[in-house]
């Protein structure tokens, strides 16, 4: 479970990565702390139930996992975010659509709905739907993830390259 706090500003913060999308921000401190902000639309940010904020972020938000997991690299797409921890696992979150999250969750929620409906899978859009979770990547350490439109990739610590998500912008 992630719990959310406002920052005031980021005047007496270190920052040691940071990364945009269209209208969200997000920022790694030199602590391993992940900080996020924008406009909060189509599950692009959660709360720490795990449900979209009703509103958008004008001030950067402290994202804690409970775990106390603290954080390597970040990367913003469209409506999700990819979190690398110092343990290197990848810690996705935002709306799920077009499989950009790699959620086994949510593609076997989709797999059976389309059996259910007689269809088979295709990456489609959810509207305002929001999820979090770590994804699997073979047991493997990631090093560093990035987002772009509707689809992620990660490079793991030995070298491979993993992509998800819709491949039709990138």
């Not at 004008?58 to 797409?77: A, D, M, R, T, W």
């Not at 409906?117 to 770590?134: C, K, L």
């Not at 990631?142 to 491949?167: M, P, S």
Request: aromatic share 8%.
């Amino acid at each position: 479970d992630a719990v959310q706090k406002p920052m005031n500003d980021l005047e007496d913060i270190q920052l040691a990565q940071i990364d945009g999308f269209a209208d969200k921000s997000a920022a790694i401190t030199q602590d391993g702390d992940l900080l996020v902000w924008g406009r909060s639309i189509n599950g692009s940010f959660l709360n720490s139930d795990g449900q979209p904020f009703k509103s958008n972020l004008v001030s950067p938000y402290l994202f804690e996992v409970k775990e106390g997991v603290k954080f390597k690299n970040v990367s913003c797409g469209r409506h999700h975010i990819a979190a690398v921890t110092t343990d290197g696992r990848i810690l996705m979150l935002g709306n799920p659509d077009r499989g950009k999250l790699g959620l086994q969750q949510y593609i076997d929620e989709i797999v059976a709905q389309k059996a259910a409906e007689g269809g088979s899978y295709s990456p489609g859009a959810i509207s305002n739907r929001a999820m979090m979770g770590f994804v699997s990547i073979g047991g493997d350490k990631v090093k560093q993830a990035a987002c772009g439109f509707d689809h992620t990739a990660c490079i793991t610590e030995n070298g491979d390259l993993y992509t998800w998500g819709d491949g039709r912008q990138g």
